[in-house]
């Protein structure tokens, strides 16, 4: 899997990432010049593959790694690399990463410097935390955790502190995007039978779905993500990549294939 840049319709395909891995979950720079993203092309010791947080130019060239395995000793003494790292997330101001990590065990979530050095851990929970997603501001991040027995999307502020279940369904809720005015969140979730994209105001109330279960032909959609001006909402659906009005109109499928393709992200505007 390889991460690819194209315009809004869908045109102008670039390949960005060719390794034999796993590569996902990019994230562009505010200053639009660098992607942060995840893969597992180098295996740990025990030859299992995990994920590891790296770094490349826009344009893919000059990839460098940012977090490392912790080494930790097995039973016998050995030294085998436990940690994965992974969900980067770049500041609004560009001066931070945020990602999860299990180099604590459980996963947390943990910032850093662009350049892999100054890590902080944020939370501190028996329970998994992922996903971290920032306000347009900084001064928050939302972040999926099963605290409470299932995936629910919390907000904490940007040092880890008073972390919020904003969710509170029985369902699964999974991947926050803030809207550019940081009113809103979008999400996905399988409150109503199979996976849809759905809005809420930012401190969790009036929760409405956007993509339909039960009437789309290809019904489980979800990992949706904000545009730059406010207007749109891009996300996946059944292996290809579609954009809606931020309420849920005019739906426009903009990838199709026989390859699966998915976690979409819009290049910032600056």
């Given at each position: ?6 315009d ?15 590569d996902?979950?990019?994230a562009w ?8 993203f995840q893969?597992d092309r180098?295996?740990d010791?025990?030859?299992?593959a ?6 490349m ?7 460098g ?6 080494p ?25 990463i ?5 180099r604590d065990t ?6 850093m410097?662009?350049?892999?050095s100054?890590i ?5 929970n028996?329970?998994a ?20 027995g ?5 907000v ?5 502190s008073l972390?919020?279940?904003?969710t ?10 803030w ?5 809103k969140?979008a ?7 199979n ?20 009437t ?8 949706p ?20 009005n931020?309420?849920?109109?005019r739906?426009?499928?903009?990838t199709?294939g026989?390859?699966s393709?998915g ?7 600056l």
């Amino acid at each position: 899997m390889d991460i690819y840049a194209m315009d809004v319709n869908g045109k102008n395909l670039q390949l960005l990432t060719t390794s034999f891995a796993f590569d996902t979950w990019g994230a562009w720079s505010p200053d639009t010049f660098k992607i942060v993203f995840q893969s597992d092309r180098i295996p740990d010791t025990t030859f299992t593959a995990r994920f590891q947080i790296y770094v490349m130019n826009s344009d893919g060239s000059n990839v460098g790694q940012l977090t490392f395995p912790d080494p930790a000793r097995d039973s016998t003494g050995h030294v085998k690399d436990t940690t994965s790292n992974y969900h980067p997330a770049w500041s609004p101001n560009g001066t931070k990463i945020a990602f999860g990590s299990t180099r604590d065990t459980n996963p947390e979530i943990f910032v850093m410097d662009p350049n892999g050095s100054n890590i902080v851990r944020l939370t501190n929970n028996p329970a998994a935390d992922a996903q971290p997603a920032w306000s347009p501001d900084g001064t928050k991040i939302a972040f999926v955790s099963d605290r409470d027995g299932n995936a629910e999307i919390y907000v904490m502020n940007a040092d880890g502190s008073l972390p919020v279940n904003i969710t509170h369904d029985p369902g699964s809720d999974f991947a926050p995007s803030w809207s550019p005015d940081g009113t809103k969140i979008a999400f996905q979730s399988d409150r109503q039978t199979n996976y849809a994209v759905w809005v809420m105001n930012a401190d969790g109330s009036n929760p409405v779905r956007l993509t339909n279960p039960t009437t789309d032909p290809n019904p489980a959609a979800g990992v949706p993500s904000w545009s730059p001006d406010g207007t749109r909402i891009a996300y996946e659906q059944a292996g290809d990549l579609w954009v809606m009005n931020v309420d849920g109109s005019r739906k426009i499928q903009i990838t199709s294939g026989f390859w699966s393709d998915g976690l979409p992200r819009w290049r910032p505007i600056l």
